[in-house]
């Protein structure tokens, strides 16, 4: 008995472990520096076409929502293959509308499922509570300006019949975005779909809202990403913006010479790859890519690994 009982501890120990050594992914994204705005067409009896904003300290800076970043890796996998997701955007359906393949869902069969869940909220014929949901394996951030909003607004007019709208304005800002992911892959029914997310990051074109003649790209200009199995990211909103138009993450240097993050961890692309702080990193045992998708095919292999 006393034997089993040894054995039992044992294995508990070895399964705790196990638990203990999953992988978690962790991306920190920022963008070029572009003009944002943003048109949503007639409002009601509104001229200014804004920005969402928040504040931080005395000075404002703009936001992007989570889902308009989401709506965005969605559209990724859509293009790549259309008969892998559940959900399907149509442009030229009533204005644009998403429409589902299969309303009860399958994480396992369908790639968006499996990655950014679902919720179905609907009664039972006993008015039971039939809801089918998932939660999302992906959890992604608001993206901040690293930049703050100094008012700056477009004005125009437009041709033929007059009505209440118009004049019109747009708020526009010049600046770059950053935001961050969070995936870990075991909680995928198909772990092997986390590297259609980091595929998904350097290939994201539109992010929910953008009208046509506001495009704005949200592919990477430099991404810091982490593997590790430490369940906290750590690395969320590690740039900022220099004198100029200079991008660091000097921050970034200081978790690790702190060893609050294992530089081992980190893997660095883009155009931070040229700065003075991603040398240090390097120095230190940080993987560095002159190139964002050298960076993500650098993460895959680890996951693989």
């Not at 442009?91 to 299969?102: C, L, M, Q």
Request: net charge negative.
């Amino acid at each position: 008995m006393l034997i089993f009982l040894v054995l039992l501890a044992i294995l508990q120990f070895i399964l705790l472990d196990i638990k203990l050594m999953t992988q978690h992914l962790f991306a920190t994204v920022v963008t070029g520096t572009a003009v944002a705005a943003n048109n949503r067409g007639e409002g009601d009896g509104s001229t200014l076409s804004t920005l969402q904003k928040i504040t931080f300290g005395n000075e404002q800076f703009t936001t992007v929502s989570a889902e308009a970043i989401r709506w965005g890796l969605r559209e990724y996998l859509q293009n790549l293959d259309p008969t892998q997701v559940n959900r399907i955007f149509d442009a030229e359906t009533k204005g644009g509308i998403y429409e589902y393949k299969d309303e009860t869902f399958s994480a396992d069969q369908y790639v968006d499922d499996d990655l950014f869940g679902f919720m179905n909220a609907k009664k039972g014929s006993k008015d039971e509570d039939a809801t089918v949901k998932r939660r999302g394996a992906v959890e992604v951030t608001r993206a901040i300006s690293l930049d703050p909003f100094l008012g700056d607004v477009s004005f125009g007019s437009r041709g033929g019949q007059k009505d209440r709208t118009s004049i019109y304005g747009n708020e526009m800002h010049l600046t770059a975005y950053q935001y961050s992911v969070a995936l870990t892959p075991a909680s995928l029914k198909q772990p092997s779909r986390a590297a259609l997310l980091l595929d998904a990051l350097a290939a994201v074109r539109h992010v929910g809202g953008n009208h046509a003649r506001f495009l704005y790209d949200f592919t990477p200009e430099s991404i810091a990403l982490r593997v590790t199995v430490d369940p906290a990211p750590w690395i969320l909103n590690c740039f900022e913006r220099q004198q100029g138009q200079a991008i660091d993450c000097a921050r970034l240097v200081a978790l690790v010479t702190a060893s609050d993050v294992d530089a081992k961890e980190i893997i660095l692309g883009g155009a931070i790859a040229s700065t003075a702080s991603a040398e240090q990193l390097k120095q230190l045992g940080a993987e560095v890519h002159l190139g964002v998708k050298q960076a993500i095919a650098a993460v895959k292999a680890r996951l693989t690994a």
